[in-house]
T-cell receptor, first 115, second 115 residues
Framework: SAVISQKPSRDICQRGTSLTIQCQVD?????MFWYRQQPGQSLTLIAT?????????ESGFVIDKFPISRPNLTFSTLTVSNMSPEDSSIYLC????????????FGQGTRLTVV | AQKITQTQPGMFVQEKEAVTLDCTYD???????LFWYKQPSSGEMIFLIY??????QNATEGRYSLNFQKARKSANLVISASQLGDSAMYFC????????????FGKGTTLSVSS
């Protein structure tokens, strides 16, 4: 298994500001992903964080709103930009080692409230 | 298209009883993995159990077992001897046997265990 440290664990932010969430894995992993979980909902994939290149975004998510970096195989950041109350969610990073059918490990999640 | 369906928004069980959480999936791939995760109110995602599509025996992990019926495309989670600490949201998820694919999640089932 892998241990993922995600921070901050929670934050309350003013609308119009930006928040950067960090995710550190204790070992090299092939894939890293960012999910959003709106209140009472399931997890929705935001993007795949690609090491050394631009992230791959899912439909409905754009780089200007959710810029992602992944400078190496153990670290990634997600920024939630120009926040509005609709961005209030839990944001989770996930890592997978290897390719086929590999278990996904999750960070502790960031509970974001925008006021 | 790949899809996970959890039809039980909420389940209630008494302490020490067994409970089954339903999950059906849809995929045309022959090779895939099925997972169950527990999400307590703190928001973290806790891995419970994994079943590969080619595994002939049902997976078991302590009090958790996965009732895998491939022909029916179902992967139900059975929790034996429920405990108060089992109260949480439970997600069924699927990974495809392809490099770089994120997990696909169901909508989740809220389990409430009473004494």
């Amino acid at each position: 298994s892998a241990v993922i440290s995600q921070k901050p664990s929670r934050d309350i932010c003013q609308r119009g500001t930006s928040l950067t969430i960090q995710c550190q894995v204790d070992s090299q992993v092939t894939m890293m992903f960012w999910y959003r979980q709106q209140p009472g909902q399931s997890l929705t994939l935001i993007a795949t964080a690609n090491q050394g290149s631009e992230a791959t975004y899912e439909s409905g998510f754009v780089i200007d709103k959710f810029p992602i970096s992944r400078p190496n195989l153990t670290f990634s950041t997600l920024t939630v930009s120009n926040m509005s109350p609709e961005d209030s969610s839990i944001y989770l990073c996930s890592a997978q080692r290897g390719a086929a059918g590999a278990e996904a490990f999750f960070g502790q999640g960031t509970r974001l409230t925008v006021v | 298209a790949q899809k996970i369906t959890q039809t039980q928004p909420g389940m209630f069980v008494q302490e020490k009883e067994a409970v089954t959480l339903d999950c059906t999936y849809d995929t045309s791939d022959q090779s895939y993995g099925l997972f169950w995760y527990k999400q307590p109110s703190s928001g973290e995602m806790i891995f419970l159990i994994y079943q590969g599509s080619y595994d002939e025996q049902n997976a078991t992990e302590g009090r958790y077992s996965l009732n895998f019926q491939k022909a029916r495309k179902s992967a139900n989670l059975v929790i034996s001897a429920s405990q108060l600490g089992d109260s949480a949201m439970y997600f069924c998820a699927m990974s495809l046997n392809q490099a770089g694919t994120a997990l696909i999640f169901g909508k989740g089932t809220t389990l409430s265990v009473s004494s």
